[in-house]
């Protein structure tokens, strides 16, 4: 693990780069560092669990809207739309970020949003911040997969990612990354809902 601190550049909004919080070293899923690898489970010893696989499994079972993530097969539209935009996103992983790409295979992180959801069916405006404007904005606590993660400092949001569930996003993070699925690292998120 290296010692020097992971930091999430602003994507195109301007501001300056914002540490991790203590204790994430930024290592993305499938990484070997000991927080991704697997643990024997149950009396089958030697099969392990991977942790990348379980939250491939997460993402797939909200995208589907099956017994994992109650609730987001029932909600009609919205969460037809959003789920497959979820879906949308996570086939990119591993696209290059690149400041101002909008797809289809470099994206930033609000070029990233609105490729997926117009692909999905809606049009939403290029910038997060213009994006934001456009969400119903939602409590943490009725997040559901799909809905909209958007990053701010005071009233200026400045990245946004597409919730995955578990705590995570689909986004693409900043310059020399990858669209990736990442856990959200701040508390300074507000969560809006297309649809």
């Given at each position: 693990m290296?010692?020097?601190?992971r930091?999430?550049?602003?994507?195109?909004h301007?501001?300056q780069?914002?540490?991790?919080p203590?204790g994430q070293?930024?290592?993305?899923?499938g990484?070997d560092?000991p927080?991704h690898q697997?643990?024997r489970?149950?009396?089958?010893?030697?099969?392990?669990?991977n942790?990348?696989?379980?939250?491939?499994v997460l993402?797939a079972?909200?995208?589907?809207g099956?017994g994992?993530?109650?609730?987001?097969?029932?909600q009609a539209?919205a969460?037809t739309l959003?789920?497959?935009?979820?879906?949308?996103a996570?086939?990119k992983?591993?696209?290059?970020?690149?400041?101002?790409?909008?797809?289809?295979?470099?994206?930033d992180c609000?070029?990233?949003v609105?490729w997926?959801?117009?692909?999905?069916?809606?049009?939403?405006p290029?910038?997060a911040?213009?994006?934001y404007?456009k969400?119903?904005?939602?409590?943490?606590?009725s997040?559901?997969?799909g809905?909209?993660?958007f990053?701010h400092?005071?009233?200026?949001?400045?990245?946004v990612?597409?919730?995955?569930?578990?705590?995570?996003?689909?986004?693409?993070?900043?310059?020399?990354?990858?669209?990736r699925?990442?856990?959200?690292?701040?508390?300074?998120?507000?969560?809006?809902?297309?649809?």
């Amino acid at each position: 693990m290296s010692a020097t601190p992971r930091t999430h550049a602003p994507a195109h909004h301007g501001a300056q780069a914002v540490p991790a919080p203590a204790g994430q070293d930024g290592a993305e899923e499938g990484s070997d560092s000991p927080s991704h690898q697997g643990r024997r489970v149950g009396p089958q010893r030697g099969r392990l669990i991977n942790r990348v696989g379980a939250t491939a499994v997460l993402t797939a079972a909200a995208v589907a809207g099956v017994g994992l993530a109650p609730g987001l097969g029932t909600q009609a539209d919205a969460a037809t739309l959003s789920a497959k935009a979820l879906r949308i996103a996570a086939a990119k992983r591993g696209a290059p970020y690149v400041f101002g790409a909008a797809g289809p295979s470099r994206f930033d992180c609000s070029g990233l949003v609105m490729w997926s959801y117009r692909k999905a069916g809606k049009n939403l405006p290029r910038t997060a911040q213009a994006q934001y404007n456009k969400t119903r904005h939602i409590g943490q606590n009725s997040r559901r997969p799909g809905d909209l993660v958007f990053f701010h400092r005071g009233s200026s949001v400045y990245h946004v990612g597409i919730y995955a569930g578990s705590g995570r996003i689909w986004h693409a993070p900043h310059r020399g990354a990858r669209v990736r699925l990442e856990r959200i690292w701040t508390k300074s998120v507000w969560y809006g809902r297309i649809g």
